[in-house]
């Protein structure tokens, strides 16, 4: 089916661990986006590639890691999570011409 | 700085009313978009504008790029219609998305 989709749905790791969470589009979009969404916040955008292998770092980015070797995949990583990124992340993707579409988000609870 | 300014950022209404909520930006913009999500729910995208107006059954959206402004209308409003509605430009200078706060909505039967 086409779509974007993001795993896992939900995630509960301790501080210190290493964390992937992942994202896949079936549109062959160019764009994609992290964004985390906190009360009081809104989206935030923590990196964006706008290509294989082209990334960039957005408002948020530090403690977060990105890569983009496939077109179809944008895994973000934490590398070593702590308890302020406790939040909902969103991957979405768009080729600027195209609705921005997100995937269901992944709730993350670091403990 | 905000690039995106939405209004109201809450918002209570009776089942039937006319809605509107606004969005103004700063930057220069390619395209701008309106999203929906429901609490506890996704995003999904409503519309997307460069110039004039789309409707999609009860919603309509229009913008006036010289003005900077956009305008979201839910006529014959439904309860249905409580979400959180979220302005989002993309910058005609760059590949990113600016995000205003979302306007919270509800609708009372």
Redesign the interface.
Known sequence: DAGITQSPRYKITETGRQVTLMCHQTWSHS?M?WYRQDLG???R?IY?S?AADIT?K?EVPDGYVVSRSKTENFPLTLESATRSQTSVY?C?S?D?S????????TRLTVT | KNEVEQSPQNLTAQEGEFITINCSYSVGI??L?W?QQHPGG????L??LSSGKKKHGRLIATINIQEKHSSLHITASHPRDSAVY?C?V?TNTG???Y????TSLTVIP
């Open positions: 764009y986006f916040h809104g989206l955008l964006y706008a960039d957005g969103f979405a768009t600027r195209s609705p921005l579409h997100f995937g269901n988000g | 390619s395209a978009h999203l996704g995003i999904v995208s519309f997307m979220i989002a993309l590949n990113q998305f995000f205003g706060t979302g």
